[in-house]
């Protein structure tokens, strides 16, 4: 299965936000879209990425003052991103080790999705039982 594979399921829409952008913003961008974590988008592409435990943690450090800080200042300026012909397994792998559950999918330069960790999951779900059921088949026909 391929990140491409998954891309098909879920779509490729990709919740963005401005590095000059005020954390107040990060946080409805985070509540409208409803995710985990914001892709941190310039002018010359992805810049950063910025989940909420960046937020919590700051928050923890810095105090409501925050809120009108830049999402520069707490995003992730190192972006781990994977293609759409990348296996889910080895990005299920990178996730693991690496403890990030968001991996922005780049194609030729250009942002065209992200996965969580919850998609990895639901994929690796739907393709053990595509096995299970071709075993029991297998077993059945005798
Ligand atoms: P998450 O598990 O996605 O909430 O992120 C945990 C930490 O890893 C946060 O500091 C994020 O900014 C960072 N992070 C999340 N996704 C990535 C990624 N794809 N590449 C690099 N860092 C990331």
Same mark, same amino acid.
């Given at each position: 299965m391929r990140i491409a594979d998954v891309l098909r399921?879920?779509?490729?829409?990709?919740?963005?936000?401005?590095?000059?952008?005020?954390? %107040?913003?990060?946080?409805?961008?985070?509540?409208?879209?409803?995710?985990?974590?914001?892709?941190?988008?310039?002018? %010359?592409?992805?810049?950063?990425?910025?989940?909420?435990?960046?937020?919590?943690?700051?928050?923890?450090?810095?105090?409501?003052?925050?809120?009108?800080?830049?999402? %520069?200042?707490?995003?992730?300026?190192?972006?781990?991103?994977c293609t759409p012909s990348d296996t889910v397994d080895s990005l299920?792998?990178?996730?693991?080790?690496?403890?990030?559950?968001?991996?922005?999918?780049?194609?030729?330069?250009?942002?065209?999705?992200?996965?969580?960790?919850?998609?990895?999951?639901?994929s690796?779900?739907?393709?053990?039982?595509?096995?299970?059921?071709?075993?029991?088949?297998?077993?059945?026909?005798?």
């Amino acid at each position: 299965m391929r990140i491409a594979d998954v891309l098909r399921t879920k779509g490729s829409a990709v919740a963005t936000i401005a590095p000059d952008a005020p954390v %107040s913003d990060l946080l409805r961008t985070l509540a409208e879209h409803n995710v985990g974590a914001i892709v941190v988008v310039g002018p %010359s592409g992805v810049v950063g990425i910025v989940s909420e435990r960046d937020v919590v943690r700051r928050l923890h450090e810095t105090g409501a003052g925050l809120l009108t800080s830049p999402v %520069s200042s707490i995003m992730t300026a190192e972006v781990f991103t994977c293609t759409p012909s990348d296996t889910v397994d080895s990005l299920t792998v990178v996730m693991t080790e690496r403890r990030f559950r968001h991996v922005p999918v780049v194609a030729e330069g250009e942002l065209v999705g992200i996965v969580s960790i919850g998609d990895v999951v639901k994929s690796r779900i739907g393709q053990l039982e595509q096995n299970q059921d071709q075993l029991q088949a297998y077993i059945a026909q005798g």
